[in-house]
């Protein structure tokens, strides 16, 4: 077996301790590997006065990751999943994609209150149109005001843009060790969190035989399940992780059950279907269709229309 291989990742503190996870992991099945650790700066890192729609373009957050695999800098990498496109470049293959941790997204309130408590016109740091639109839907009057960075600097932004919530996923919180902040965990059926939020995916060279068998002891079956159904709908919409389009699938007694959601920027229109199956692929595509012919293809045309502008 190799004894030393390279781990790329982003180097924002939640990359980081996301990335020293998978390492020591990875030491734990594998007796006497050494990791070396690569940090890298992506695109979505270097431009944080935009917000993540007017960035445009999908993996924002990876490809300079994936470019030094091409260049064999780094041997694999640590992503995300809800960062990953639904296809994967020629030549790269996720090898493993992990437990999903807690997939919902949070609300970090400075009153402690819960989201439905927050007071008339509060005003709400998110940079997701996904999370967007659906609080809106929820609570016309609540204002949204963007909010990027990483974890720390949205935590910060809280007290110093004097907002009354942030949102947030779970998982990065319960992986800092800061789920104690965490004011309400949303419901799904208030909130349908973002394509494989709450799960981490590792991707490598597909002809590195070595590599992927190194890697794949951190595979868990179940979550690629229910992330194949989710991000089946996500690719069938030709969507990205800054459009407002949500799915979160579930087991219920061997089933699949898949919800996917599309919504307009403002929050006005808010298409939702669900559906249940054995076959993730059949599943999410099924929904997918049903979202098309409630209008989804018009919605998302709209709302990157109002992107690009």
């Known amino acids: 077996m190799m004894k030393h291989i390279v781990v790329g ?33 992506t695109k979505g890192d ?28 780094i041997d694999f990498a640590v992503h995300s999943l809800k960062d990953m496109p639904t ?25 402690g209150s819960t989201f439905a408590d927050l007071p008339i016109g509060a ?11 659906q609080l809106r839907h929820a609570r016309p009057d609540i204002e949204i005001v963007s909010v990027r960075g990483n974890i720390n600097t949205r935590l910060a932004k809280l007290e110093e843009l004097e907002l009354d919530a942030i949102v947030l996923a779970a998982a990065g ?11 309400e965990r949303l419901s799904t059926e208030l909130c349908i969190p973002a394509v494989g939020q709450g799960a981490l995916a590792i991707q490598c060279r597909s002809e590195d035989e070595k590599i992927r068998e190194i890697l794949s002891v951190l595979d868990s079956e179940h979550t690629r399940r229910i992330v194949t159904a989710e991000r089946t709908v996500l ?5 990205g992780c800054q459009i407002p389009i949500g799915a ?25 279907e669900t559906a249940t199956g054995t076959d993730p692929v059949a599943l999410g595509h099924a929904v997918a269709e049903r979202l098309i012919e409630k209008g989804a293809g018009e919605i998302l045309a709209k709302v990157r229309e109002e992107i690009a502008q």
């Open 46 to 73: 270097r431009i944080l006065d935009v917000t993540l729609s007017k960035v445009g373009g999908k993996g924002l957050f990876i490809k300079e990751i994936e470019q030094a695999m091409y260049e064999k800098k």
């Open 173 to 183: 919180l319960e992986r800092m060790g800061w789920a104690d902040k965490i004011s």
């Open 248 to 272: 979160f699938a579930e087991t219920t007694g061997g089933e699949l059950k898949l919800t996917g959601i599309v919504g307009s920027s403002d929050g006005l229109t808010l298409l939702k």
């Open 87 to 111: 296809e994967m470049p020629e030549g790269l293959m996720l090898v493993a994609i992990t437990d999903r941790e807690d997939p919902r997204d949070v609300v970090i309130t400075r009153s």
């Open 235 to 239: 690719g069938r919409l030709n969507g």
């Open 9 to 41: 990742t982003r180097k924002s503190p939640l990359a980081l301790t996301q990335t020293e996870w998978v390492m020591a992991k990875l030491k734990e099945h594998h007796a006497g590997l050494e990791i070396g650790m690569e940090k890298i700066v």
């Open 123 to 133: 005003r709400v740091g998110t940079s997701s149109l996904r999370r967007a639109a």
